[in-house]
């Protein structure tokens, strides 16, 4: 009797589990869905070894990292966040049986991961940030991710995935952070107008077409969509993002006029819309006093017309670069007068780039007096009359030729 209640005691010992059975396998299939060369001795990963329970051997000499779990009511573990470190692990990602409804966090980033991002990640029902930045991830980025709705953050970025960003995204309702930058990604920016939530919006460096959508989400307080093949005009609804801090949308194909609303902007500070093709710029009617812009970049455009003075009363300003566009005319007293000896209260040029356009006449007073390495200044490839090389801000390269500046403008003295 006494022997048979033993052998009973250590059958149920050895068969007792901790760990939610489902969540062992995810594990097991993670660890085996690796190249086994390139999981390294002494690595957290190699320490996983599934002869023993693995929440109730955490942090032991067995499976010294890699995962959390949190004890549930119903008497099971569930790993509630799973991170591998960085350290170079080449193989895929299991495609089967991600089925973890309580796992909050996913973090495989800066591995070597390759293959095709499981769809069935949308199983992990009650996942809060899923992060699979920086491996080599290919393929498309499944649709099933558009139900996570518990997910406020997701990081696919520097990868190489290709294809559409699913519509199936906008009903990401808890998203607050979303980043697909350096992907291979192609289609239209889909209507994320449902994110309410959403402060950060990183598409950059894919290959992204259509316009810049008409609906985003006014809770946005970083937006960049720099470097795709955005083409067409502005829309009016950026100026309803009025939270909104930081706005690239350089390197596309924009056109048309560059929208007054940005220069008096109620939070503003960054606005990069270089390498376009704008061709106008609205003045603002109010000398742009309002404005929270400390750095503008407007540079490779094709803008024409006198530079705007008003840039030059804009207190929080501190970066201008207007460099190779089409502007002619003399430069505002405005401009030097802010580089040299700004008012109190106003912050002075610390970059002013204005080189590679048609300004003609002379070199404004007080800029001749600045010295070099206190501020960045260029005047290069101009019409202006004199710009002799023991001022720094001539140096560099050539005012245009005579002829060059004839041609753009008769009137060029
Ligand atoms: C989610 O899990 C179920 C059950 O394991 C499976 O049948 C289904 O295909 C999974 N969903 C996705 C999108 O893979
Ligand atoms: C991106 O996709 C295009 C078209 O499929 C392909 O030609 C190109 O090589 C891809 N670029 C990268 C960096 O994967
Ligand atoms: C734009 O993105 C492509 C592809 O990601 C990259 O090769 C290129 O260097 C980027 N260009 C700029 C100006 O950032
Ligand atoms: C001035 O700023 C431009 C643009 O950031 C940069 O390329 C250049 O090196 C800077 N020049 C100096 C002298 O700091």
Request: glycine content about 10%; proline content about 7%; charged content about 15%.
């Amino acid at each position: 009797m006494l022997l048979l209640l033993s052998v009973f005691t250590k059958i149920l010992h050895t068969t007792h589990s901790i760990t939610f059975p489902g969540d062992i396998q995810i594990l097991k299939d993670l660890k085996n869905g690796l190249d086994p060369n390139s999981i390294t001795p002494g690595s957290c990963l190699s320490s996983w070894d599934f002869s023993v329970d693995p929440c109730d051997h955490l942090f032991t000499n067995r499976f010294t990292c890699g995962f959390r779990c949190d004890r549930l009511v119903s008497g099971f573990s569930r790993v509630t966040e799973i991170t591998l470190d960085p350290t170079g692990y080449t193989g895929s990602l299991a495609s089967t049986g991600w089925t973890l409804p309580y796992l909050q966090t996913l973090d495989l980033s800066e591995n070597s991961f390759h293959g095709p991002i499981p769809g069935s990640l949308s199983n992990l029902t009650g996942l809060n940030r899923l992060c699979l930045s920086m491996n080599s991830l290919t393929g498309p980025v499944p649709g099933s991710l558009g139900s996570l709705s518990l997910l406020e953050e997701l990081y696919l970025d520097n990868n190489f995935l290709v294809g559409p960003i699913p519509f199936s995204f906008n009903g990401l309702v808890g998203l607050k952070r979303l980043e697909l930058q350096q992907n291979n990604l192609s289609g239209e920016v889909p209507d994320l107008g449902k994110l309410k939530n959403l402060y950060y919006l990183d598409l950059s460096d894919n290959r992204l077409s259509g316009e810049v959508p008409a609906t985003l989400p006014t809770s946005l307080v970083e937006l960049s969509l720099r470097n795709n093949t955005l083409f067409g005009k502005l829309p009016n609804s950026l100026g309803g993002l009025v939270i909104l801090q930081v706005l690239d949308l350089s390197y596309n194909e924009l056109n048309g006029r560059v929208r007054s609303f940005l220069f008096d902007h109620p939070s503003l500070e960054q606005l990069t819309l270089s390498h376009n093709r704008f061709s106008s710029l609205e003045v603002v009617n109010n000398e742009g006093v309002n404005s929270k812009l400390i750095a503008l970049d407007l540079s490779y455009n094709e803008l024409r017309g006198l530079l705007p003075a008003f840039m030059g009363s804009m207190t929080e300003l501190s970066a201008l670069s207007l460099e190779h566009n089409k502007f002619t005319g003399m430069i505002p007293s405005q401009y030097a007068v802010k580089a040299a000896r700004p008012g109190h209260g106003t912050s002075p040029f610390e970059r002013l780039l204005l080189g590679g356009n048609y300004l003609f006449g002379p070199i404004p007073g007080p800029l001749l007096g600045l010295k070099e390495g206190s501020v960045n200044v260029s005047l290069v490839d101009n019409c202006l009359y004199r710009c002799p090389d023991m001022f720094f801000f001539c140096q560099g390269a050539d005012q245009k030729s005579m002829q060059d500046c004839k041609s753009f403008g008769p009137y060029i003295p």
